[in-house]
């Protein structure tokens, strides 16, 4: 079927079998998970995956490509929607989802946040996303990569950087690198931990990246909060905070904010 990718979709159809096997193997699928595609285009990692799980749902935005899913691929649960506002808990009843896809690399950090909204329902996630934004997340502190993804996704859940993926494999060919992530669901969050909080202290603290944690706070929601009754260095930037030492900063500021 000749169906060109649109640019404002962020598409770019993977075609390359030998980085579709590698990306199965990776997910190892097994007949009784729950598995939400998102974007299959014209199916290069669907049909890999179709018949290797009882509850497969695609979720794809563009309609052009709907009858040709259908057709390609009998049965299929096919969600013809834009993926940031599907509702996950509504497509399975399950807390166990396995989350898969090719992403639209412009809209992959509101993707990866929707994950952090419907963490308790995701067991896992297995992404091709631009290889500049896999090295983010799995940066360590004091790195240029390391940021507010680092941060968010080391603590919600336990990623893993899989492998480099070449722009020769995608048609078109993007001028950027991919790669393969592997996101694991983190079974030990901090039951005590404010997350909503702990979101907002994070992307907060990185605002201004070259500046204090001191300076970056005060300039951001969190201007009014009197910073001097807390024993914590600020003078240090954000850059320089493990993800232990976030949770420990949200932990201490807590009492003093009436967030909900």
């Known amino acids: 079927m000749n169906i060109k990718p649109i640019k404002k979709f962020g598409q770019n159809y993977l075609i ?9 193997d990776e997910i190892t699928p097994l007949t009784d998970d729950k598995i939400i595609e998102i974007g299959p285009g014209l199916g290069a990692l669907t049909s890999k995956l179709y ?14 490509v709907i009858e040709f899913l259908t057709e390609k691929f009998p049965g299929i649960n096919i969600i013809n929607k834009d993926i940031l506002k599907v509702d996950f808990p509504s497509i399975y009843k399950s807390k166990e989802l396995r989350i898969v896809g090719n992403l639209p690399y412009n809209i992959t950090s509101s993707i990866l946040f929707r994950l952090i909204e419907n963490k308790a329902i995701i067991k896992d996630a297995v992404f091709m996303i631009q290889y500049e934004v896999a090295k983010r997340i799995t940066a360590e502190p004091r790195t240029k990569d390391y940021g507010i993804l680092s941060v968010l996704l080391n603590y919600f859940f336990n990623p893993k950087f ?12 993007p001028n ?3 790669a393969v992530i592997h996101i694991f669901k983190n079974e030990n969050l901090d039951p ?33 909060y009197d910073f001097s009754k807390i024993n914590v260095d600020l003078t240090r930037r954000a850059e320089e905070l493990s993800v232990s030492e976030f949770i420990h900063l949200t932990k ?8 909900k």
Do not use: H, M, W, Y
């Open 16 to 24: 390359d079998q030998n980085i579709t096997n590698k990306i199965v």
């Open 162 to 173: 899989c492998f480099k993926v070449s722009p020769n494999v995608f048609k078109p060919v």
């Open 252 to 259: 201490l500021i807590q009492p003093g904010i009436n967030e």
């Open 192 to 224: 005590i931990l404010n997350e909503k909080l702990f979101i907002k202290l994070v992307k907060a603290s990185f605002g201004n990246r070259r500046k204090t944690l001191k300076n970056s706070l005060k300039n951001s929601i969190f201007i009014d």
């Open 176 to 178: 950027v690198d991919s």
């Open 51 to 64: 018949n290797k799980s009882k509850s497969f749902t695609v979720v794809e935005i563009d309609r052009r």
